[in-house]
């Protein structure tokens, strides 16, 4: 398997503009994480889904964020529109049901806001 | 609001010695704690599991305790090696779905 991808790895734009991460989770997990990681707040979770259904979305920032999951094997975190404290690593998660633990992470995607 | 503390100090340490690293939780108790190890650049990858009712769980030369009186959880690798180098992540979860991560201890291994 080739675990969680995510896509773009390093992403770099100006304030104000739109921003789309894009996660592909493990084949069969049914439940996906939205994690930022900055060095002042560590690793926070941002939302999560089971079964595509977002379930808790308490640690979206704000209403500039936004994530969708289409479909069992894609979802999308958005920020629109972007600010320079959005800059953080982004990381998705998945694990492979609700009653299960371990949590398997992508490699991350870098965002810059200039 | 729940937190997970870890020390944020880089913890140095001799070859084939045993690291010990520290978790303490506050204002909930977790039913579960989880350890990952995170390298530069790359996202955590999951070591160990602890349930509130275990005391103790080993896997190859790490192990990790649960006290619940102390609130508090301790991550033990034996002998180690510069490969162990690494930030290391604790984790406390409720239910089966959120974890509330710690700021994780950076563990540096010296030859």
């Known amino acids: 398997d080739a675990g969680v991808i995510q896509s773009p790895r390093h992403e770099v734009t100006e304030m104000g503009q739109e921003v789309t991460l894009r996660c592909k989770p493990i084949s069969g997990h049914n439940s996906l994480f939205w994690y930022r990681q900055t060095m002042m707040r560590g690793l926070e979770l941002l939302i999560y889904?089971?079964?595509?259904?977002?379930?808790?979305d308490s640690g979206m920032p704000e209403d500039r964020f936004s994530a969708k999951m289409p479909n069992a094997s894609f979802s999308t975190l958005k920020i629109q529109p972007s600010e320079p404290r959005d800059s953080a690593v982004y990381f998705c998660?998945?694990?492979?049901?609700?009653?299960?633990?371990?949590?398997?992470f992508g490699p991350g995607t870098r965002l810059t806001v200039t | 609001s729940q937190k997970i503390e870890q020390n944020s100090e880089a913890l140095n340490i001799q070859e084939g010695k045993t690291a010990t690293l520290t978790c303490n939780y506050t204002n909930y108790s977790p039913a579960y704690l989880q350890w990952y190890r995170q390298d530069p650049g790359r996202g955590p990858v999951f070591l160990l599991l602890?349930?509130?009712?275990?005391k103790e769980k080993r896997k190859e030369r790490l192990k990790v305790t649960f006290d619940t009186t102390l609130k508090q959880s301790l991550f033990h690798i034996t002998a180690s090696q510069p490969a162990d180098s690494a930030t290391y992540l604790c984790a406390g979860g409720i239910a089966g779905n959120m974890l509330t991560f710690g700021g994780g201890t950076r563990l540096m291994v010296k030859p």
């Open positions: 602890i349930r509130e009712n275990e």
């Open positions: 889904f089971n079964n595509n259904v977002p379930i808790d």
């Open positions: 998660a998945s694990k492979a049901s609700r009653n299960s633990y371990e949590q398997y």
